[in-house]
Each structure stands twice: as structure tokens, then as C-alpha cells.
């Protein structure tokens, strides 16, 4: 089946800092990407759709200059949380869209960003 | 986006067949229907996806009703590796988004 992997699988970082986590579909292209985050014992939350060659489409509430969203190639998104701060500490989630009669999702393992 | 209701939780037994089934009132023609399954501290993993009847795959069957208004995940035998949490979900064909709700906790008891 289709493979997303992410890295790092989890991150400590000190506040002020930026982290950046790296979304890759393995075998098969992804025009389109998606970043979640999840805190403990919560559904995930949708942050950001991310388009290959265009500009990220954002959920109301994301600070779009926090969380940069690059999509340059058709199996890399990229997500960088800026000035990370203890707040931004959660489970970052990426899935990608496969192509297919039914388009599926297909989701990454997770990073776990921890921000000190 | 079409919202989705599942139970919170469940619990159930080794051995036993466990049904989570999801409402989905507003589903649209074009819509279809996918369960996914979340252990903690991992990404969710594609269970099935069905748009009408029945599916079967090797891990579960998905019955979907004529009017497609809900939808229920069977899981045969299951064991405690079962233990996790389900979310069913709702997406167009092609469409951009998919929108998670609190999904279905479910607990395998020995």
C-alpha cells in the first residue's frame, strides 16, 4: 500500500527556536498534502493543506507566518513551526492524497514535538 | 463537509465481533465513506472504505445502507491489538480536506 514517512519521528527544541518536519509520500505522487497536529487524547486538528507548486491553504485559526507549509515536489511537504514555543508542543500529523477511483488518505507516523 | 457521530467509546471482549457504527446524515452523492484506525502516538492507518453495500477486505467489512445516511465498521474476532481509536470519515472524491470527529474509542478486554 501506499507509504508516507515523516521526520524526525519526535523533536526537543528550545523555545525561540525553529523546527522543521519533513512529510514524504515513498511510492507514489502526492499533488496534494495535508497537516494535522493532535494533543493528547483529542481528534486531529486540521492546520494547513499544501499544494504542489502553489501557495498552502490554511484553517482559520493557523497562523500561516508560524507555521511555514512548502510543497516543492510531488513527494516532499515540508511544515516548519517559527519561534516555536511551549505551546506548539503537539503530535504533527501529514497525510497525502493518492490518486486512485476512490482517493484515499494516506497518513505519515507522526512527529512529536516537544518545545522546552 | 458532511459530520460524523460515533459513539465515544465501546468495550468489548477477545474473540468477539465488534460493529462501531457512524451516522452521517448529510453525506453527499458524491461522497464516500472511509474508516481509519489510530494507535496512540502514531499516524491514523486506512482500515476500509466502501460508497454503498458491502466491503470486505482482509482486516474488515464496512456495511453501508441504501440511503448511505450511516455506515458500520465490523472487525471479526478481534484481539487486544484491536485496542485503538476509529474515526470514520466522510470526503468527496477528489476532494481537498477531510475533517476528523472524536471517532470511536474502542477497548478489547481479555
Known amino acids: 500500500g501506499a507509504v508516507v514517512s515523516q521526520h524526525p519521528s519526535r523533536v526537543i527544541c528550545k523555545s525561540g527556536t525553529s523546527v522543521k518536519i519533513e512529510c514524504r509520500s515513498l511510492d507514489f505522487q502526492a499533488t496534494t498534502m495535508f497537516w494535522y497536529r493532535q494533543f493528547p487524547k483529542q481528534s486531529l486538528m486540521l492546520m494547513a493543506t499544501s499544494n504542489e507548486g502553489s501557495k498552502a491553504t490554511y484553517e482559520q485559526g493557523v497562523e500561516k507566518d508560524k507555521f511555514l507549509i512548502n510543497h516543492a515536489s510531488l513527494t516532499l511537504s515540508t511544515l516548519t513551526v517559527t519561534s516555536a514555543h511551549p505551546e506548539d508542543s503537539s503530535f504533527y500529523i501529514c497525510?497525502?492524497?493518492?490518486?486512485?477511483?476512490?482517493?484515499?488518505?494516506?497518513f505519515g507516523p507522526g512527529t512529536r514535538l516537544t518545545v522546552l | 463537509l458532511a459530520k460524523t457521530t460515533q459513539p465515544i467509546s465501546m468495550d468489548s471482549y477477545e474473540g468477539q465481533e465488534v460493529n462501531i457504527t457512524c451516522s452521517h446524515n448529510n453525506i453527499a452523492t458524491n461522497d464516500y465513506i472511509t474508516w481509519y484506525q489510530q494507535f496512540p502516538s502514531q499516524g491514523p492507518r486506512f482500515i476500509i472504505q466502501?460508497?454503498?453495500t458491502k466491503v470486505t477486505n482482509e482486516v474488515a467489512s464496512l456495511f453501508i445502507p441504501a440511503d448511505r445516511k450511516s455506515s458500520t465498521l465490523s472487525l471479526p474476532r478481534v484481539s487486544l491489538s484491536d485496542t485503538a481509536v476509529y474515526y470514520c470519515?466522510?470526503?468527496?472524491?477528489?476532494?481537498?480536506?477531510?475533517?476528523f470527529g472524536k471517532g470511536t474509542r474502542l477497548h478489547i478486554l481479555p
Open positions: 466502501g460508497y454503498k
Open positions: 497525510s497525502a492524497l493518492g490518486v486512485g477511483i476512490a482517493d484515499t488518505q494516506y
Open positions: 470519515l466522510v470526503d468527496k472524491n477528489r476532494d481537498d480536506k477531510i475533517i
